[in-house]
């Protein structure tokens, strides 16, 4: 299953709200989940079963969808907020991950 | 402490083998689904393999298919990848990753360099 995010690299201003798309080559129900990456960091866990905020995430994460089509919302972006965002596919093997998404600062 | 700490990266000609460990601490390991996914310099996450809480249920991505084997030990807490027939491409930051809601808990990573 391949994952298609857009936009690979978008640039933003801190209070914008900024909606990531990640398309499914196929049906994944609601098995996705969204990753935060920052340089030299490990990814942490967003959002996983599509729209399920992890515990300690803030909730200005949020996500949506089911299917083959699947969005992460970030409201009142943060000087944090600047990463790459992943989404990941957990419906059936081989897993899959998206190619990012860069999000840098206007 | 709830973490992962992966060791055995280094540099190894192609060809050659190395194996990486993932030790668990702070939690129930053998309790736990767990997942092998690496980064190459500059580019994105790429899955490599996951396990089941025992080594009934081992899937690997294509690329590494038949090369790697993933194992587990829950009595030691500790996750391993034997590498074999390493090739330049598999130069990457290997982590080990914690299934639980998502892939929740992520250890630091073990660089592993392919060339001669």
């Known amino acids: 299953i391949q994952l298609t995010q857009s936009p690979s690299s978008v640039s933003a201003s801190v209070g914008d709200t900024l909606t990531i798309t990640c398309r499914a080559s196929q049906d994944v129900r609601s098995w996705v989940a969204w990753y935060q990456q920052k340089p030299g960091e490990a990814p942490r866990v967003l959002i996983y079963a599509a729209s399920s905020l992890h515990s300690g995430v803030p909730s200005r994460f949020s996500g949506s969808g089911s299917g083959t089509e699947f969005t992460l919302t970030i409201y009142n972006l943060q000087p944090e907020d600047f990463a790459t965002y992943y989404c990941q596919q957990a419906d059936s093997f081989p897993l899959t991950l998206g190619g990012g998404t860069r999000v840098e600062i206007k | 402490e709830v973490q992962l700490v992966e060791s055995g990266g280094d540099l190894v000609q192609p060809g050659g083998s190395l194996r990486l460990s993932c030790v668990a601490s702070?939690?129930?390991?053998?309790?736990?689904?767990m997942n092998w996914v690496r980064q190459a310099p500059g580019k994105g996450l790429e899955w490599v393999s996951y396990i089941g809480t025992n080594e009934r249920s081992i899937y690997y991505a294509d690329s590494v298919k038949g090369r790697f084997t993933t194992s587990r030990d829950n009595a030691k807490k500790s996750l391993y990848l034997q590498m074999n027939s390493l090739r330049a491409e598999d130069t990457a930051l290997y982590y080990c990753a914690r299934v639980s809601s998502g892939w929740d808990l992520w250890g630091q990573g073990t660089v592993v360099s392919v060339s001669s």
């Open positions: 702070g939690f129930t390991f053998s309790a736990y689904e």
